[in-house]
């Protein structure tokens, strides 16, 4: 049985993760006494998680392997980069988001390694 695209676990933890990840930036952003707050860093996480959920939406009903493998690509990219400004700015909660995003992407890496793999009689 086949899973819809909009209903794969990978691509809803996915999904979860960049907008827990745009909630944690906007916050950092906008909430005075931060130590972010205002700064470019900041601006550029709240894009590269706007990003990221953009990417998952488009991943979601994709059905060719050459685009899935490419966008799974810019998808760890940007998983990574935002974890690793995360560090940088020291919003650990956002680091968090990125690696509950990157488990996403292991899901649905995961799930659809198994459902294009042949059944053996």
């Given at each position: 049985?086949?899973?819809?695209?909009?209903?794969?676990?990978?691509?809803?933890?996915?999904?979860?993760?960049s907008?827990?990840?745009?909630?944690?930036?906007?916050?950092?952003?906008?909430?005075?006494?931060?130590?972010?707050?205002?700064?470019?860093?900041?601006?550029?996480v709240?894009?590269?998680?706007?990003a990221?959920?953009?990417?998952?939406?488009?991943?979601?009903?994709?059905?060719?392997?050459?685009?899935?493998?490419?966008?799974?690509?810019?998808?760890?990219?940007?998983?990574?980069?935002?974890?690793?400004?995360?560090?940088?700015?020291?919003?650990?909660?956002?680091?968090?988001?990125?690696?509950?995003?990157?488990?996403?992407?292991?899901?649905?890496?995961?799930?659809?390694?198994?459902s294009?793999?042949?059944?053996?009689?």
């Amino acid at each position: 049985m086949s899973q819809s695209g909009s209903f794969r676990p990978g691509i809803i933890v996915m999904l979860l993760g960049s907008l827990a990840g745009l909630a944690v930036a906007l916050y950092a952003y906008f909430t005075p006494l931060t130590g972010v707050n205002g700064s470019l860093g900041a601006l550029v996480v709240i894009l590269s998680t706007i990003a990221l959920a953009i990417l998952t939406l488009v991943l979601a009903p994709l059905s060719h392997r050459s685009g899935r493998v490419a966008l799974r690509v810019l998808i760890l990219l940007d998983l990574v980069g935002t974890g690793f400004a995360g560090l940088l700015l020291h919003q650990w909660w956002l680091t968090a988001a990125m690696v509950v995003g990157l488990i996403g992407l292991l899901l649905e890496m995961a799930s659809s390694a198994s459902s294009t793999t042949p059944a053996h009689s």
